[in-house]
């Protein structure tokens, strides 16, 4: 079975109809899919953020 890129599953993400979130083993959000916005009425940057969401 081939192995999906970073780029890959990050745009199935946000192709996706809900709500997509990517954590980390640490407990870090590090991708918020597009549809957030849409489902829970306030829109995140998160990709590349290096600091606990907060």
Known sequence: ???LTEDAILALADRAQDTVFLVDRGGIVRY??????DTLGFALCLRGLDAPFE
């Open 1 to 3: 079975m081939e192995r």
């Open 32 to 37: 918020v899919s597009a549809r957030c916005a």
